[in-house]
T-cell receptor, first 114, second 113 residues
């Protein structure tokens, strides 16, 4: 089955700096790679996703890049703000067939220092 | 819209007791999932369903059972609770079409003592 590894487990940045979180996946058949943000006491919420026919996607201050050959993808947050502090999870799945269930990385706790 | 609703939010069980975690969604989604989240870890898939009457095991199904009699509801049953089942449980749903966003409930924090 799929295995997703995520690094780093914790990340502390100063407000206004950039943050980068990296993930690798094992199943070359995976073609959907979402990123979720989890705030304390809440369920994960989708912030951005990318499919394997795309190399990069941006949405305001966040962007995701995908390298299919190397089987890794990354989340980039620019101009970080205190409200970006949360746990971020990467995930991988097949979106077009089968169970479409997400396999999650172990999470990155991001702290943005004011 | 309520989205995905889980009940209860918190529960303490004694070893050997049983309980059902409730999950309901009002988005008419075909796919529903149960995940558990242990401290400092990602979410692990317990069971999933691709439609009413169809369920299948995920990565960590032992000690759990599910049913899906309607599109809206996907309860998770714990029989003979064990301390290893102490975790936060999340229910999620997705349309199962090209729109693949998974919507999560707020979670149920379960402690087995």
């Amino acid at each position: 089955g799929e295995n997703v590894e995520q690094h780093p487990s914790t990340l502390s940045v100063q407000e206004g700096d950039s943050a980068v979180i990296k993930c690798t996946y094992s199943d070359s058949a995976s073609n959907y790679f979402p990123w979720y943000k989890q705030e304390l006491g809440k369920g994960p919420q989708l912030i951005i996703d990318i499919r394997s026919n795309v190399g990069e996607k941006k949405d305001q201050r966040i962007a995701v890049t995908l390298n299919k050959t190397a089987k890794h993808f990354s989340l980039h947050i620019t101009e970080t703000q205190p409200e970006d502090s949360a746990v971020y999870f990467c995930a991988a799945s097949r979106w077009d067939t089968g169970r479409r269930a997400l396999t999650f990385g172990s999470g990155t706790r991001l702290q943005v220092q004011p | 819209n309520a989205g995905v609703t889980q009940t209860p939010k918190f529960r303490i069980l004694k070893i050997g007791q049983s309980m059902t975690l409730q999950c309901a969604q009002d988005m008419n989604h075909n796919y529903m999932y149960w995940y558990r989240q242990d401290p400092g870890m990602g979410l692990k898939l317990i069971y999933y369903s691709v439609g009413a009457g169809i369920t299948d095991k995920g990565e960590v199904p032992n000690g759990y059972n599910v049913s899906r009699s309607t599109t809206e509801d996907f309860p998770l049953r714990l029989e003979l609770a064990a301390p290893s089942q102490t975790s936060v449980y999340f229910c999620a749903s997705t349309p199962g079409t090209a729109n693949t966003e998974a919507f999560f409930g707020q979670g149920t924090r379960l402690t087995v003592v």
